[in-house]
T-cell receptor, first 114, second 112 residues
Framework: ETGVTQTPRHLVMGMTNKKSLKCEQH?????MYWYKQSAKKPLELMFV???????ENNSVPSRFSPECPNSSHLFLHLHTLQPEDSALYLC?????????????FGQGTRLTVV | QKEVEQNSGPLSVPEGAIASLNCTYS??????FFWYRQYSGKSPELIMS????GDKEDGRFTAQLNKASQYVSLLIRDSQPSDSATYLC????????????FGPGTRLSVLP
């Protein structure tokens, strides 16, 4: 079983749809992250959770709504997305939020908004 | 937003050569530094982490950190075609809420 698992791997959705991305980590970590990776742009940090509490929100549009019910699970709820939101969405986890911590990524969800 | 910069490449090296990848960062208070490898269509994979000035070696990989110059590098010895990927530099400074700020990545191509 891989350390960080994301589902689905691929998602195509219309601009009026509502969908959710799921992330699960089996590493016993306390911090989880959502990143967006668009073509030709650096990885963009979207949300950070530490022990199920959101600790950082990098000015992400409200059409992206995260949820962290426990330290092993992280969701990203999507609604009324735009075509420019098409990207690879990556979940990561680390032991803690802080110095000396290493982040490990899931396989990502390739999202296409049509 | 604090910045992490890398040459986008592509950096081409012959098989068996040393590949040198460079990264500079703007936040002098950065504390932790990481190198990730990302194959096309895949997610980033952690290769090395370094926290103190100097060199850190792991197999064919050596990370070098110079905090005074705000510079971190990754050397890959005996480069193989399987090393062809994009290498991402990441910097962490949680004192300022900068959790894992990533550079744009350098694309490395190892030619057989």
């Amino acid at each position: 079983e891989t350390g960080v698992t994301q589902t689905p791997r691929h998602l195509v959705m219309g601009m009026t749809n509502k969908k959710s991305l799921k992330c699960e980590q089996h590493l016993g970590h306390n911090a989880m992250y959502w990143y967006k990776q668009s073509a030709k742009k650096p990885l963009e940090l979207m949300f950070v959770y530490s022990l199920e509490e959101r600790v950082e929100n990098n000015s992400v549009p409200s059409r992206f709504s995260p949820e962290c019910p426990n330290s092993s699970h992280l969701f990203l709820h999507l609604h009324t997305l735009q075509p420019e939101d098409s990207a690879l969405y990556l979940c990561a986890s680390s032991q803690v939020v802080g110095r000396g911590t290493e982040a490990f990524f899931g396989q990502g969800t390739r999202l296409t908004v049509v | 937003q604090k910045e992490v910069e890398q040459n986008s490449g592509p950096l081409s090296v012959p098989e068996g050569a040393i590949a040198s990848l460079n990264c500079t960062y703007s936040d002098r208070g950065s504390q932790s530094f990481f190198w990730y490898r990302q194959y096309s269509g895949k997610s980033p994979e952690l290769i090395m982490s370094i926290y103190s000035n100097g060199d850190k070696e792991d197999g064919r990989f050596t990370a070098q950190l110079n905090k005074a110059s705000q510079y971190v590098s990754l050397l890959i010895r005996d480069s193989q075609p399987s090393d062809s990927a994009t290498y991402l530099c990441a910097v962490n400074n949680v004192n300022y809420g900068q959790n894992f700020v990533f550079g744009p990545g350098t694309r490395l191509s190892v030619l057989p």
